[in-house]
């Protein structure tokens, strides 16, 4: 008890002000230190606690409190994983709410979540919930509700990996995909959309060669329609058309790449003659696209059979190098940049069977892009998962499997901190290569600006 003038005050008033509290029991009296939230025990010292303090030593007093917080910092884990599966079941429950902006945010907000994390045992619990979900936004939603949909449509199965689950997610969404991308009524983004979830879907899940060859003949009777037009600059009727014809040939050269040979054959007897009018488009993205589909369809023709030959070589190689050489001044300085770049790895294709390969470094590892195949296949993940590709490719047993890099790796944080680097160090890289390349660039460029000074 404590005496203040008139006042008496108890352990029960007192200690709260000093941010304590406290527990009385018949036999003991326990004090409780609230710190935010969490509260501790401290029990009343004893003889034996006296006793034994006085025999403690510094060394068994820091690992004491090591070990204490490592068991923080598991249960901030367990706690923060907790949390964020909380927040993720209130996006699931706003999926269903009556405002479309509410809807929006909830599937931008799973959208992040699967792109950014791996979340297997979660997503498996509420496979059904999450496919009715994306089955009513494709329904009733409207144009940017479907699109986000589809997209998670997408990452949900990849999420999945190549297993039944994910097979009957791409079942149930199949016939779907087949009617928003069959409607000409419906918007040309939403039709674009579901053109790549639908390939994706397929590329994950189809387990049989139907689901296969009927997927692909969903898309190649949007982008075929173009083949009667041969004699036309413009293969599609306006800006809108082409750009799901585009959409509609990548998604089915992602599917492409998967065949097997018995489906290969059929495919190259119809599309090797018939491809190359798309090459005239005035699109450059289409123009683009029908090149690397080209070099995909010749890679996979020469592995199928070694003695490969097509027939018109000349005329097509002839059309490859002026899309590599091209000049027109009518066209934009990016676009004919962009289009050069393109056709001229194409065209050593085509020509020669070779491919530039690139470095994707990722963490502790690096992976190599040794031919079109893997580069078609890598940039449809890497544009699904956006900065989410280094995580997967590293975590995600199914990438890892597409990409045939083994198993993940088991590092710990120390490691993962050190291969990580700075913001100086990427400063003064991306200074280092910004150079190089203007340096290499000056050599090949223009010199015409200088020549009036000496006329």
């Known amino acids: 008890m404590l005496y203040l003038g008139r006042q008496v005050l108890g352990l029960d008033t007192l200690l709260p002000c000093f941010g304590l509290q406290v527990e009385l029991t018949p036999t003991r009296v ?3 230190f609230v710190v935010g939230r969490q509260q501790r025990a401290v029990q009343p010292f004893s003889d034996e606690d006296a006793s034994i303090e006085t025999m403690s030593h510094c060394s068994s007093f820091s690992d004491s409190t090591s070990l204490a917080d490592e068991a923080i910092e598991d249960g901030d884990e367990e706690a923060s994983q907790e949390d964020y599966e909380y927040k993720l079941r209130g996006l699931i429950d706003n999926t269903l709410d009556k405002s479309a902006k509410v809807r929006l945010c909830a599937l931008e907000g799973l959208k992040s979540a699967f792109s950014s994390k791996i979340l297997y045992d979660f997503i498996l619990e509420r496979r059904v919930t999450l496919t009715d979900i994306i089955e009513r936004c494709l329904k009733k939603g409207k144009t940017e509700e479907q699109c986000i949909a589809a997209q998670v449509a997408s990452l949900l199965c990849i999420q999945l990996g190549s297993s039944i689950e994910s097979e009957e997610v791409f079942k149930s969404l199949r016939p779907i995909f087949k009617i928003i991308l069959t409607d000409e009524s419906v918007s ?19 387990d049989d060669i139907e689901d296969l060859h009927l997927t692909m003949t969903y898309l190649e009777s949007v982008f075929t329609t173009s083949y009667q037009k041969e004699v036309q600059t413009d293969c599609f009727r306006n800006a809108q058309t082409t750009s799901l014809g585009i959409s509609t040939l990548v ?51 020469r592995d199928l059979c070694d003695d490969f030959e097509y027939e018109d070589m000349d005329y097509l190689c002839g059309k490859l190098k002026g899309l590599a050489t091209d000049g027109n001044k009518y066209r934009a300085k990016t676009d004919r940049k962009k289009q050069r770049s393109v056709f001229r790895d194409v065209l050593k294709t085509v020509e020669e069977g070779d ?33 989410g590709i280094r995580f997967h490719l590293q975590a995600n047993e199914f990438v890892r499997s597409v990409f ?14 050190a291969t990580k680097t700075s913001r100086v160090e990427r400063h003064f890289y991306n200074a280092a290569v910004c150079k190089a390349r203007t340096k290499a660039r000056n050599k090949f460029r223009d010199k015409r600006a200088d020549i009036g000074e000496y006329v």
Not at 188 to 206: D, F, G, I, P
Not at 368 to 387: G, H, M, N, P, Q
């Open 188 to 206: 040309v983004q939403t039709r674009r959309a579901c053109a790549t979830s639908l390939a994706v879907c397929c590329y994950v899940a189809a």
């Open 404 to 417: 045939e890099l083994g198993p993940p790796l088991l590092l710990d944080a120390a490691t993962l901190k």
């Open 30 to 32: 326990s004090f409780l």
């Open 251 to 301: 998604a089915w050269t992602l599917l492409l790449t998967i065949c097997p040979p018995s489906l290969m054959k059929k495919i190259f007897e119809i599309h090797l003659t018939k491809l190359p009018s798309l090459l005239s488009c005035g699109d450059v993205n289409m123009r683009i696209a029908a090149g690397e589909t080209m070099a995909v369809l010749f890679e996979l023709a």
């Open 355 to 387: 491919f530039d390969p690139e470095t994707i470094t990722f963490g502790p590892e690096c992976m190599y892009i040794d031919s079109w195949v893997k580069k078609r296949t890598y940039e449809t993940f890497k544009e699904l998962l956006a900065s």
